[in-house]
């Protein structure tokens, strides 16, 4: 059973476009996170909700809007796709503050 | 705002060989999380460091928080090729975040 789960692994497309990644986790965390790994294997946080609300926005352009429907989904639009937006993003959950990340696998963003 | 540093950024070592690396931060960290990411794969939690001066193992691992609770260090013995990846350090920055480290990527070379 896989316990945080994203889709699609693989996403290619041209800048301007607008796509979405989706999140869904089966541990009955009440927290979840968007993280995004650039090239360079930093990893920076986006945003954190607990229980669908939104608690961190990391100074990430408005391009991207995070929705959580129920608390365990996080899905992740981006508008108007740029070539700095190619990275690999990270969907992980956790249960509270202090308490271990568990990271889906990861969704490889290339943008021509 | 808090900045978590490792070093080194990269190490290559031979098979049978020790590896450190090592996290600062230039804020005290509040509690310290260290993970392991395969190549391809996605970081998965290896252990968690509370109070000043702990240390904990696992097997061939050990990790330490500083007294002073600025840096902390993993500590691998005889590495193994299932060793490689990039191992990050992470730190309790405010509520519900989780700032990074800025990794560092092993190679073990059998």
């Given at each position: 059973d896989t316990a945080v789960s994203q889709t699609?692994?693989?996403?290619?497309?041209?800048?301007?476009?607008?796509?979405?990644?989706?999140?869904?986790?089966?541990?009955?965390?009440?927290t979840m996170y968007w993280y995004k790994q650039d090239s360079k294997k930093f990893l920076k946080i986006m945003f954190s909700y607990n229980n669908k609300e939104l608690i961190i926005n990391e100074t990430?352009?408005?391009?991207?809007s995070p929705k959580s429907p129920d608390k365990a989904h996080l899905n992740l639009h981006i508008n108007s796709l740029e070539l700095g937006d190619s990275a690999v993003y990270f969907c992980a959950s956790g249960q509270g503050m202090g308490s271990p990340l568990h990271f889906g696998n990861?969704?490889?963003l290339t943008v021509t | 705002?808090?900045?978590?540093?490792?070093?080194?950024?990269?190490?290559?070592?031979?098979e049978g060989e020790d590896f450190t690396t090592y996290c600062n931060s230039s804020t005290t960290l509040s509690n310290i999380q260290w993970y392991k990411q395969r190549p391809g794969g996605h970081p998965v939690f290896l252990i968690q460091l509370?109070?000043?001066?702990?240390?904990?193992?696992?097997?061939?691992?050990?990790f330490q928080f500083g007294e002073a609770k600025k840096n902390s260090s993993l500590h691998?013995?005889?590495?193994?090729?299932?060793?490689?990846?990039?191992?990050?350090?992470?730190?309790?920055s405010g509520t519900y975040k989780y700032i990074f480290g800025t990794g560092t990527r092993l190679k073990v070379l059998a």
């Open positions: 699609p692994k693989y996403l290619v497309t041209q800048m301007g476009n607008d796509k979405s990644i989706k999140c869904e986790q089966n541990l009955g965390h009440d990430v352009p408005n391009r991207f990861g969704t490889r | 705002g808090q900045q978590v540093m490792q070093i080194p950024q990269y190490q290559h070592v031979q509370v109070k000043s001066g702990e240390v904990k193992k696992q097997k061939r691992l050990t691998i013995t005889a590495t193994q090729t299932t060793d490689v990846g990039t191992y990050f350090c992470a730190d309790l």
